[in-house]
């Protein structure tokens, strides 16, 4: 049955987690829960459009936001679902969700968590978004994901904030956290901004994880179509995931082109 609605919805991996085996969850619309939640259907949405040299965005913010375009597809997946069980509730969420969505990913069987504190998954490394429909009706549990992080440190050397470390991930070292947060810059905080170069986000922990080897290009078409891996101040970035941060998106793009 959920091979089906998935198919029907483009989404080509999923799992199930046991909704009690996911709490607790975070902070985020908690107030969107309701009672008698039994599973987790996790969904993977891959996003990553290739190499795109010479980009100034991270890869994630490459595309069409993956908030929107995973929302498309987890709508079509969960009205199929609505219809199919009609005296069940289902609703769907994507990044901003109670649910701890790479826990979640984890117990559902998509992958494993990376020192750099992301999903990894067999089939598009670190480079999807995770979405997740909860829902009264019990599904079964999928197996959990043979293998796990190489634990080769690559991230740890690499991270220029040093955000990441064997106690594991410190997210106010983190550059993407640094550079789309609204907050006064420091010295430390402008100079890891000009070295890794980007306006929004950082991908230097997952450019070098061996496990995203074969991650290049495994985005959805409508990631691809849409393209844009160079910002410049004034284009029109109102369909991207960093519009909401515009004003640090300009700020970076005048520091990461300062002589």
Known sequence: MLDEVMKAAGIEVYGVADYKDTLPGTGFKQRELFDGIESVIVCLIPWDTGKNEGRNVARHAVGRDYHA???E????????????????TFKF?????????????????????????LLISKQYGTRCAIGEIITTRHFAKSKKAVGGCFDCMRCVDVCPGKALSEKGYEREKCVSYINQIKKELTEEDVALIKKVGLVCGCDCCT???????HADGTGLIEFKESAKPVFTPGM????????WKIENAERNYKIITED
């Open 69 to 71: 375009v995973a929302s």
């Open 93 to 117: 969420f994507v990044d901003s969700s109670p649910i701890a969505e790479v826990r979640a990913a984890v117990l559902a069987g998509l992958g494993v968590r990376g020192r750099n504190n």
């Open 236 to 243: 029109d970035v109102s369909d991207r995931s960093y519009n």
């Open 73 to 88: 597809h987890l709508s079509v997946a969960a009205e199929i679902l609505k219809r199919a069980f009609p005296e069940e």
């Open 207 to 213: 450019d070098v994880c061996p496990m995203n080897r």
